[in-house]
């Protein structure tokens, strides 16, 4: 496990038509570079899970990759809608999205109870909204202990998992360091799984508060230098500010984002094709 591969390899054996794919990350290590190359591998009918999806999850509806979103929250952060996204849940352009809503803490802990293998997680929460009318897997249990009415959601545990982290060795050993989200869970919750790094290298020197992710724990690694971008690598990269504002502009407009997808992530396949003819 822990296999070292290239992140188009990785992506065709694990990415599937239909499968579920989560790809995690909370402010850094957003693995963008993984969730366009599904998006020029052309995969469709996917369920995309994500806490907090924003324009790499924008731009992957809008290639018609998905068919249904689980989700917690949804935007541009710092400069407003996901425009693909509601563009597909409004007008079903260019397929329709089904949604499925959560909270944060709800996500969190569902990806919890997949990590540990159990089949559902419960909390405190939920109470006072309207998402336990909206979504049908959200339900009332009553603690055979106390008697209190607690929510009950069942576990992820996604068909692939994919996140992003600085680097790994070359025994597939992964750390990570800064926020690092959900990573650990969605990782050992999904039933395969990738993880992108900036670099690959012979030995992990310790750092504080570094988190390891084993190479048993682990489908497949794939060096991809600023394979966060425009999401940023705490010690590596910095967040690119201006892409997030440029994607508004970009995102609300069909023809807009066509010409942008053409001349930016199908560019590649142009380029492999070139190559091979």
Not at 189 to 194: E, F, G, H, P, Y
Not at 196 to 210: C, F, K, M, S, Y
Not at 251 to 259: E, M
Request: glycine share 10%; proline share 6%.
């Amino acid at each position: 496990m822990g296999e070292i591969t290239s992140l188009r390899d990785a992506i065709a054996d694990l990415a599937f038509d239909g499968a579920t794919v989560a790809l995690e990350g909370f402010t850094h290590l957003i693995p963008v570079a993984a969730g366009q190359e599904i998006i020029r591998q052309g995969r469709r009918d996917l369920t995309l899970v994500r806490m907090t999806p924003d324009i790499v999850y924008d731009q992957m509806i809008g290639a018609g990759c998905a068919r249904k979103l689980v989700f917690s929250w949804a935007g541009n952060p710092g400069v407003g809608s996901l425009h693909r996204f509601r563009d597909a849940v409004q007008n079903g352009w260019p397929v329709p999205l089904e949604i499925e809503e959560h909270s944060h803490a709800g996500m969190a802990n569902r990806y919890v109870a997949g990590a540990a293998g159990l089949p559902f997680a419960v909390l405190r929460g939920y109470v006072g909204t309207d998402l336990v009318a909206q979504t049908p897997n959200i339900k009332p249990i009553t603690c055979p202990f106390t008697g209190e009415v607690l929510t009950a959601v069942p576990a992820l545990n996604p068909d692939v998992g994919i996140v992003h982290a600085q680097r790994a060795d070359r025994a597939g050993n992964v750390q990570m360091w800064g926020i690092t989200g959900v990573h650990k869970e969605v990782v050992l919750a999904s039933k395969r799984s990738l993880v992108t790094v900036e670099e690959i290298v012979d030995h992990l020197d310790p750092r504080p508060g570094a988190v390891i992710l084993p190479h048993w724990a682990i489908t497949y690694v794939a060096e991809v230098p600023g394979g966060a971008h425009p999401s940023y690598a705490m010690g590596y990269s910095e967040r690119d500010n201006d892409y997030y504002q440029a994607w508004d502009a970009i995102s609300r407009d069909r023809d807009a984002f066509g010409d942008w997808l053409t001349s930016t992530v199908m560019r590649e396949v142009r380029a492999i094709l070139g190559d091979q003819a």
